[in-house]
């Protein structure tokens, strides 16, 4: 995730991942381990498609320091018919994890003719800027998409996912673009929002976190701007 880092209030940086094939699917394992986690201070990371009913969502929401999920398309037609899910259902995922304080970041495949149309990116886009709004900052991952499999459409523009990732910065603090390696070295660096330093550089695995300082105190540590000291979206 690229604007999370989780530390424990030891001071110690531990995390499980849940994540590959669909975690959701065996959630009473989850749920067993996740506990056994919070007892440890071991941070727990979903990585979903956020597709479930409201009621398995409050229970697993409640033991989750952070999540990537999927936003595979803004269209209940494209949900139903191709995906066999339900865009309502992980709308309200979406929402209920940025109502728990969860530290929640979304990510979009960008498939040629099912969902890369500007209109519906836009959709996608003006639904996460408006947790920014209420103060929520909520990174949005663009991915290129290759053919594999059955799904035989061409590959993803790296020019066209750079546009949208370029566009959606107008409204979102984080946008960030995946699997086109050789063109986003720009699209991966994690800024200030107070000075425009850079306070987490990428290049491909390596990462370079010399932009921020780390303050201790009674409670959990606080990332801080290494250049102004203002608080960082890191934890």
């Not at 994540?19 to 919070?38: G, N, Q």
């Not at 107070?194 to 921020?212: A, E, F, N, P, Q």
Request: proline share 4%.
């Amino acid at each position: 995730m690229k604007a999370a880092e989780l530390v424990s209030s030891s001071g110690k940086s531990a995390q499980i991942a849940y994540t590959y094939s669909e975690p959701l699917v065996h959630i009473e394992f989850l749920l067993d381990c996740m506990k056994e986690a919070r007892k440890n201070e071991v941070a727990n990371v979903l990585v979903s498609n956020g597709c479930i009913n409201s009621e398995a969502a409050e229970e697993i929401l409640s033991l989750t320091d952070a999540a990537n999920i999927d936003l595979k398309c803004f269209s209940e037609k494209t949900y139903r018919d191709v995906l066999g899910g339900d865009l309502d259902a992980v709308l309200g995922f979406i929402r209920m994890a940025v109502e728990k304080g969860v530290h929640l970041e979304i990510s979009t495949l960008v498939v040629p003719g099912l969902n890369d149309s500007e209109k519906e990116l836009g959709k996608c886009q003006d639904f996460i800027a408006e947790f920014e709004e209420g103060g929520n900052i909520v990174p949005w991952h663009l991915s290129a998409y290759r053919p594999c499999y059955k799904w035989e459409a061409p590959a993803t523009d790296p020019n066209f996912l750079i546009y949208a990732a370029k566009k959606a910065r107008e409204e979102i603090a984080y946008v960030y673009t995946g699997n086109i390696a050789e063109r986003d070295q720009n699209f991966n660096d994690t800024l200030c929002l107070h000075c425009g330093k850079t306070l987490v550089s990428r290049r491909g695995y390596r990462t370079d976190i010399s932009g921020l300082s780390l303050k201790k105190g009674k409670g959990k540590p606080v990332y801080l701007c290494a250049a102004c000291q203002k608080p960082a979206p890191i934890r």
